[in-house]
């Protein structure tokens, strides 16, 4: 590890009132030469309207970091299927809650179809029934949402990927807690994980007005629906594609990725996802030349002093971190996967040290709220 001495800088657009500070000047740099690569962020008329909306639930992580620290564990909430409140990994890098079956009452008698879903991160692939029922999420402080009865995934099996990284083969698991409430995650070896398997979306009715489904992920906690209140203060939005064969869902937000400050760079699509605290990196071929050696398992691994910049959707967000460097938004480590047909990134959990992120599933648009 290096020392906090490194220089890593973080910004929304340009410079901000206040003496905030901005990009670095390699992320800004390269944010103007790749306006016309990444979707255009939301502005003025198209910003969305969340004032109207007043159905929210704020429920804080059972193992939140104390007094703000940075956060650098995946959050994790309360679970229940009626009975015993259990903890689960909250993961923004899949969709649908995947428990063993023995964590489900009388999962046996249920109605079921197959089901499975893979972990691209560790290769775990996660097989069972998918039944159906309410599930009821919990805060440590106290506060509880419950959804309608959503497709939940009772695991009876984990089997490998031939790339597993993090994996070992096992029936009748005890210890599987996965809470995905991701979206555009179907491409990704997670075909059955549609919109209606993710608690978040999905939650039961409860009579006191509209309601617009979505969250906003925090490093403390999570906001359950979004309204007026808990959208509050400098969002800088992105608008989604939507999803080409699945009504209702989106795709994943615009990044531009740039090496060592190497404009134009390239663009593609990024995940912040609470599951891992590494981060994954598909950049094109030829800008990782001379950058990358190989590691103790063979693969290959950038070299310390490498600087990455991102910008999302051109103006909407943009940092940069040094690989090697302990800054609050830099990963545990970065592993490179370049089987990926385009750039990409998931930034890992660290994000959140440096950003509040929003989805908003009804209107099709993310957020990026500095802290």
């Known amino acids: 590890m290096m020392s906090r001495g490194r220089e890593h800088r973080v910004g929304i657009a340009q410079e901000r009132a206040g003496g905030s500070r901005i990009a670095s000047p390699v992320a800004l740099a390269f944010g103007i030469a790749a306006l016309s690569l990444a979707a255009h962020p939301a502005h003025g008329a198209d910003r969305p309207d ?3 909306f007043r159905q929210g ?3 804080s992580y059972l193992n939140a970091a104390e007094d703000g620290a940075e956060m650098t564990r995946s959050p994790r909430l309360g679970l229940s299927f009626g009975g015993e409140v259990r903890p689960v990994l909250m993961d923004t890098g899949s969709t649908g809650i995947v428990v063993s079956a023995s964590r489900i009452p009388g999962f046996e008698a249920m109605p079921s179809r197959p089901g499975r879903l893979t972990y691209s991160s560790s290769g775990r692939i996660m097989i069972g029934r998918w039944v159906t029922l309410p599930v ?19 695991v009876t099996r984990i089997d490998c990927t031939d790339t597993a990284r993090a994996c070992t083969p096992e029936t009748m698991p005890e210890h599987v807690a996965m809470m995905g409430v991701g979206f555009g995650r179907e491409g990704d070896a997670q075909s059955q994980s ?5 608690p978040l979306l999905n939650l039961a009715p409860e009579g006191r007005g509209a309601v617009r489904r979505g969250y906003v992920v925090t490093r403390a906690g999570i906001h359950v629906g979004l ?3 808990n ?6 939005f992105v608008k989604l594609d939507p999803h ?9 937000v615009p990044v531009c990725i740039a090496l060592n400050g190497q404009a134009p760079g390239a663009c593609g699509r990024a995940l912040v996802d609470t599951g891992v605290s590494v981060m994954y990196l598909t950049p094109p071929g030829e800008a990782v030349n001379g950058a990358v050696a190989a590691d103790d398992d063979g693969r290959s691994q950038l070299l310390p002093g490498t600087r990455l910049g991102f910008t999302f959707s051109a103006q909407a967000a943009a940092y940069d971190i040094v690989v090697g460097d302990t800054s609050p938004l830099s990963p545990d480590k970065v592993t490179l996967n370049t089987r990926r047909p385009e750039p990409f990134v998931n930034t890992g959990l660290r994000f959140l040290n440096g950003f509040d992120v929003l989805y908003d599933a009804d209107g099709g648009y993310f957020g990026f709220r500095r802290r």
């Open 57 to 59: 639930t704020y429920l």
């Open 231 to 236: 959208t509050r203060g400098d969002i800088r």
């Open 136 to 154: 009821t999420l919990v805060g440590r402080n106290e506060a509880s949402v419950i959804t309608a009865p959503i497709p939940v995934l009772a």
């Open 50 to 52: 969340y004032d109207g």
């Open 227 to 229: 309204t007026g209140a």
């Open 244 to 252: 080409p064969d699945i009504p209702g869902e989106w795709q994943g």
């Open 194 to 198: 549609t919109p209606d398997t993710n």
